[in-house]
T-cell receptor, first 115, second 113 residues
Framework: NAGVTQTPKFRVLKTGQSMTLLCAQDMNHEYMYWYRQDPGMGLRLIHYSVGEGTTAKGEVPDGYNVSRLKKQNFLLGLESAAPSQTSVYFC??????????????FGSGTRLTVV | KQEVTQIPAALSVPEGENLVLNCSFTDSAIYNLQWFRQDPGKGLTSLLLIQSSQREQTSGRLNASLDKSSGRSTLYIAASQPGDSATYLCAVRLITSGSRLTFGEGTQLTVNP
């Protein structure tokens, strides 16, 4: 099925460990996003990309890095995980602004726990 | 800064009831507004998208309206069913923030059989 695929679905990290979350979309969307969702805080944008090779900071970028080497993939990296990064991470994609009548498509999420 | 507010935060209704969920936003310069559904432990499923030039969109038992000038949107669910139980999120795509969405915190809906 076409859509946004996130891997892994669950992960437990120890403080200080690093990991990469992978997001892949097969809809040829130009824009991709990483959000985190926390109780009482809603969904907050971490980083986003408006095209292959480009990235930009969102609302809460500290402690994360991203890369978009291929149009269909958007990677989110945690270099040194902290308990404050325990959250559910969602990737999303959308067409560019010229197609603003199109909405976002979300992945099913990655539940990350940092102990 | 754009703020998106959803009222109520939680709602419990008996099966069969018609209901309205509310979303308000402070900056009316939007491209569109999107309603999502989120089941516990799951991702977000898009329900309806209303462009800034539109007044409403309908899909099955769902109807979403948009009043951009007053900064309000409503999601109307007709003849509610237990399977409608979920958290409903609205999000706006601001002209000044490019492609980014700003989300409300959601309304948690429970439909009791």
């Amino acid at each position: 099925n076409a859509g946004v695929t996130q891997t892994p679905k669950f992960r437990v990290l120890k403080t200080g460990q690093s990991m990469t979350l992978l997001c892949a979309q097969d809809m040829n969307h130009e824009y991709m996003y990483w959000y985190r969702q926390d109780p009482g805080m809603g969904l907050r944008l971490i980083h986003y990309s408006v095209g292959e090779g480009t990235t930009a900071k969102g609302e809460v970028p500290d402690g994360y890095n991203v890369s978009r080497l291929k149009k269909q993939n958007f990677l989110l990296g945690l270099e040194s995980a902290a308990p404050s990064q325990t959250s559910v991470y969602f990737c999303a994609s959308s067409r560019n602004l010229a197609g603003s009548n199109y909405g976002y498509t979300f992945g099913s999420g990655t539940r990350l726990t940092v102990v | 800064k754009q703020e998106v507010t959803q009222i109520p935060a939680a709602l419990s209704v008996p099966e069969g009831e018609n209901l309205v969920l509310n979303c308000s936003f402070t900056d009316s310069a939007i491209y569109n507004l999107q309603w999502f559904r989120q089941d516990p432990g799951k991702g977000l499923t898009s329900l309806l998208l209303i462009q800034s030039s539109q007044r409403e969109q309908t899909s099955g038992r769902l109807n979403a309206s948009l009043d951009k000038s007053s900064g309000r949107s409503t999601l109307y669910i007709a003849a509610s069913q237990p399977g409608d139980s979920a958290t409903y999120l609205c999000a706006v795509r601001l002209i000044t923030s490019g492609s980014r969405l700003t989300f409300g915190e959601g309304t948690q809906l429970t439909v009791n059989p």
